[in-house]
């Protein structure tokens, strides 16, 4: 099952092609439901402390209301919310402008969801952000996307290669301390990626 995961903050629903399948579960975090209904998407349950949305709308499928004061974030307790359901593939929709600590907590999440092997991807229509780590990924040449980067994990990602891309790498290695695999762009109909040791964050791009 899929889950989509909406978070608050300015998100630009014009790039945003995700649609939900039937079975799909669509939980919404505090002010994510205002995300959730621009893109027309049905709540199945709302999750927060509601600090931000304010008064609970009518209409929502499911209601659970958080203490201020927690150990996780909203989106945390959706995300894991999202699992017990028992999805296996999660998109975030979320904000990566605005609040930049719930941008960074959320691109933790990614490294955490993809250590316990579940697919997941962060998307506002201006950024698309994956994480990979020992391993590949193809990114689909995209029209809402021009740009693609790689952006080190650890302080040394080792045998990085990019084929299908106007700078293509083989075998490299690149580090948190000197970032030189940034605004690259798919050539092909798409890009592969491979990491043989360490993790990547794989952002896709456009300029707005």
Avoid: W
């Avoid at 939900?20 to 709302?46: C, H, M, Q, T, W």
């Avoid at 999660?90 to 955490?112: K, P, Q, Y």
């Avoid at 040394?156 to 083989?170: C, F, N, R, T």
């Amino acid at each position: 099952m899929k889950a989509f995961i909406f978070c608050g903050g300015e998100v630009f629903p014009q790039y945003i092609k995700e649609t939900r399948e039937s079975g799909d579960l669509v939980i919404a975090a505090d002010s994510g439901y205002k995300n959730a209904r621009a893109l027309d998407f049905p709540i199945d349950i709302l999750v927060g402390d509601f600090d931000s949305l304010g008064d609970i709308p009518d209409g929502v499928g499911e209601v659970v209301r958080l203490p201020q004061e927690k150990d996780v974030t909203d989106a945390q307790y959706a995300v894991e919310l999202a699992i017990k359901q028992g999805a296996g593939e999660l998109v975030i929709i979320a904000s990566t402008s605005g609040r930049f600590d719930h941008a960074v907590s959320l691109m933790a999440i990614l490294e955490d969801l993809n250590a316990r092997k579940i697919r997941a991807y962060i998307v506002n229509g201006q950024n698309r952000i994956n994480f990979i780590r020992n391993s590949g990924h193809i990114v689909i040449r995209d029209p809402n996307f021009k740009y693609f980067s790689l952006i080190a994990a650890d302080e040394k990602v080792k045998g990085v290669s990019v084929e299908g891309a106007k700078y293509p790498l083989k075998d490299r290695t690149i580090t948190r301390r000197s970032q030189f695999a940034v605004s690259n762009e798919i050539v092909k109909n798409a890009a592969l990626i491979t990491v043989k040791k360490g993790g990547v964050y794989i952002i896709e791009s456009r300029d707005i």
